[in-house]
């Protein structure tokens, strides 16, 4: 490598360096922010049903009203803003116009807040990774000339925003060379090392160097959990279709509703959340805590409006269902929202039925919680299509590895179940329906 490359390369890595940090630090804000609105909504849920009749239509109206403004502000301030961002900043990387980022960072962090307040199945991840992209364009601004370190800023601030919310680097360093086909050349490789490493380094700082979701201790999967992990990719690649079909379906219908306003129809969807505390309110939000609580041998769910059904297989099933369902309704809404959330919470229930239907098998292997990783894992990557950054991403969350075979053996089932039917990757078919509803605009 010659003088004039090597200072190119620092000078990127300095960029990076800075995109990483900047990018730690506006996703750490974010996600204090997305607690308190999720506060707020709670608060407002246990306290406005006191007041009785006043108090239901209050809180209706409440979310109807936030679910219109989240839509609102996206629509007005930056329609590009809208769902997770992941196809924009995708577009961005095959060479596309720069993001307007001025305008997507206040209309991502605004908007996400208003729909998280509805209690909208939604998470945090997509617009982590859109406010990454756009603070890589950002500090690549007017000083970067060459569009293709630009774009590989672009594509670290993306793998910064994916490291810093989930506390997984390395997911957001896979995320950006098998999602967003990131160029595999030393330059945009550096910087998207160094952008989540530093992304990594704000968020250990503000929230603890510990997994995300707390250290997770299972034993090493034995032959028994192997061939149920098999057996797990099956349902969780089936599901991951399924979920993939729900999210194109309902924004399909929704798109098809072309006299009725925007605005309207985000406020429906976010009614939506209304029934589904009544049913079952841990399907509120990304709600990685379900994830979490079944890792850790709780009783979930533990919610049901059916007390008879808390804890139980049946439970679960009805669980997963309306999670699915509300995840469709919720991004069909057209606010800001990720779907990385929701595939690993439905996937992880789904590995839990099958743990506790094979524990006979194997009663001191905790299968339930193997399985609920290795589903959690499962579903996520059959739905994007994205096996290296699925399987890798759930042992982040967990700092847990001795179970890499089973997941990956999940992992693997689930995405040649995705592969065998035809369907397509969730980014891509979502990019499609874009394509077809812009050409027929």
């Known amino acids: 490598m010659g003088a004039r490359s090597t200072r190119r390369l620092l000078r990127a890595c300095a960029a990076a360096l800075a995109v990483g940090l900047s990018t730690g630090l506006v996703v750490a804000a974010y996600r204090l922010a997305l607690h308190s609105a999720m506060a707020t909504h709670d608060r407002a849920w246990t306290a406005l049903p006191r007041l009785g009749a006043i108090g239901w239509a209050t809180l209706v109206a409440a979310t109807a009203a936030a679910g219109a403004a989240a839509r609102l502000v996206v629509k007005h301030l930056a329609p590009e803003a809208t769902g997770s961002g992941v196809p924009t900043v995708e577009e961005r990387l095959r060479g596309g116009a720069p993001l307007r980022w001025r305008r997507i960072l206040p209309a991502k962090f605004g908007g996400g807040l208003l729909a998280t307040v509805t209690g909208m199945s939604l998470g945090p991840e997509g617009p982590s ?199 469709a309704t919720s991004y069909a809404s057209g606010a800001v929202g990720g779907l990385f959330a929701p595939p690993l919470v439905i996937g992880a229930a789904l590995g839990a039925i099958m743990g506790r239907l094979g524990d006979p098998l194997a009663p001191q292997a905790q299968l339930p919680q193997v399985l609920a990783l290795a589903g959690a894992a499962a579903v996520f990557a059959a739905s994007m299509r994205l096996p290296l950054t699925g399987i890798v991403m759930v042992l982040e969350l967990t700092g847990h590895v001795r179970n890499g075979l089973a997941v990956a053996t999940s992992v693997g089932v689930a995405c040649l179940v995705a592969a065998a039917v035809g369907a397509h990757p969730l980014y891509e078919a979502l990019e499609a329906r874009r394509a077809i509803g812009s050409q027929s605009a």
């Open 129 to 327: 990774v859109h406010m990454g992209a756009c603070l890589g364009e950002a500090i690549a601004g007017g000083a970067i000339r060459d569009d293709r370190l630009r774009r590989a800023l672009v594509a670290a601030g993306s793998s910064a925003g994916l490291a810093g919310v989930f506390d997984a680097p390395v997911s957001g360093i896979l995320f950006a060379f098998e999602e967003l086909r990131c160029e595999r050349a030393l330059l945009p490789c550096a910087t998207v090392v160094v952008a989540a490493l530093a992304s990594r380094f704000v968020g250990g700082r503000v929230f603890g160097e510990g997994p995300l979701l707390g250290p997770v201790d299972l034993p090493t999967p034995g032959a028994v959990a192997i061939v149920l992990a098999a057996a797990c990719g099956l349902l969780c690649g089936a599901t991951g279709v399924l979920f993939n079909a729900a999210i194109v379906a309902v924004a399909n219908f929704r798109d098809r509703r072309a006299l009725v306003p925007d605005e309207a129809k985000a406020a429906v969807s976010a009614a939506c959340a209304i029934p589904v505390g009544f049913l079952l309110p841990s399907a509120w939000f990304g709600n990685l805590g379900v994830l979490r609580g079944l890792l850790h041998g709780a009783v979930v769910p533990g919610d049901l409006a059916v007390p008879a059904l808390h804890g139980t297989l049946a439970g679960l099933a009805v669980f997963a269902a309306v999670k699915l369902g509300f995840t």
